[in-house]
């Protein structure tokens, strides 16, 4: 098993800009792809982004493209989520996630292990 702790979110202003950590423990960092997920008040929880185990691969929903950004460093045994340009709209709780194989599917049943999520506030 992984364990995944999320940091890093608090309360941003619209334009600005905050980077989430997906601290990592357990087996193997790097034998897992990662991914960021999000969860708005009384919305379902959505994909955010995705990054293989070798950091070669990435993907992005539609919503984030060009603004986020997914990252990883093995070394550290952490994932990170660098969003910038943030809108009122990328309110939510973050969730970081784990899956044994890269894909850009986003189906979040996908995934074996969750941390508990950070929440982001976007201020207008």
């Known amino acids: 098993q992984v364990q995944l702790v999320e940091s890093g979110g608090g309360l941003g202003q619209a334009g600005g800009s905050l980077r989430l950590s997906c601290a990592a423990s357990?087996?193997?960092?790097?034998?897992?792809?990662m991914g960021w997920f999000r969860q708005a008040p009384g919305k379902e929880r959505e994909f955010v982004a995705v990054?293989?185990?070798?950091?070669?691969?990435?993907d992005y929903a539609d919503s984030v493209k060009g603004r986020f950004t997914i990252s990883r460093d093995n070394a550290k045994n952490t994932a990170y989520l660098q969003m910038n340009s943030l809108k009122p709209e990328d309110t939510a709780v973050y969730y970081c996630?784990?899956?044994?194989?890269?894909?850009?599917?986003?189906?979040?049943?996908?995934?074996?292990?969750w941390g508990q999520g950070t929440q982001v506030t976007v201020s207008s």
């Open positions: 996630a784990a899956r044994n194989y890269y894909s850009s599917s986003g189906l979040s049943q996908e995934y074996a292990y």
């Open positions: 357990g087996r193997t960092f790097s034998s897992y792809a």
């Open positions: 990054i293989s185990l070798n950091a070669f691969r990435t």
